[in-house]
């Protein structure tokens, strides 16, 4: 298993910005694709973006499109999740997860075979 580590969450107002990393310490780390998702407290995980590996190509839910970047580092096996005018309905877990084939749906979990611990996303009003 490549263990994937998030870093980068903590507290942050209301129209601020974070930058969250997902860095993978395998060298030879390739998956077709990463993604990003989230859980609120009392709420079910959903999808919020994902990068396919390759040529870069990104995908994102409509709660954060215009607001969030994904993008990712294939000489650091890193993939970085910038969040823009950030909203109290945002806080939440964060966690990565590498996605090994093309699947169906970027927001299927289970087509999803490694995922990070996560990082708590705070945005206070």
């Known amino acids: 298993q490549v263990p994937l580590v998030e870093s980068g969450g903590g507290l942050e107002q209301a129209g601020g910005s974070l930058r969250l990393s997902c860095a993978a310490s395998?060298?030879?780390?390739?998956?077709?694709?990463m993604g990003w998702f989230r859980q609120a407290p009392g709420k079910e995980r959903e999808f919020v973006a994902g990068v396919r590996w390759s040529d870069g190509s990104t995908y994102y839910s409509d709660s954060v499109k215009g607001r969030f970047i994904i993008s990712r580092d294939k000489t650091t096996n890193t993939v970085y999740l910038q969040m823009n005018s950030l909203e109290p309905d945002d806080t939440a877990v964060y966690s990565c997860?590498?996605?090994?084939?093309?699947?169906?749906?970027?927001?299927?979990?289970?087509?999803?075979?490694?995922w990070g611990q996560g990082t708590q996303v705070t945005v206070s009003s």
């Open positions: 395998e060298r030879t780390f390739s998956p077709w694709g």
């Open positions: 997860a590498a996605r090994p084939a093309t699947g169906t749906n970027w927001r299927r979990e289970d087509e999803y075979g490694l």
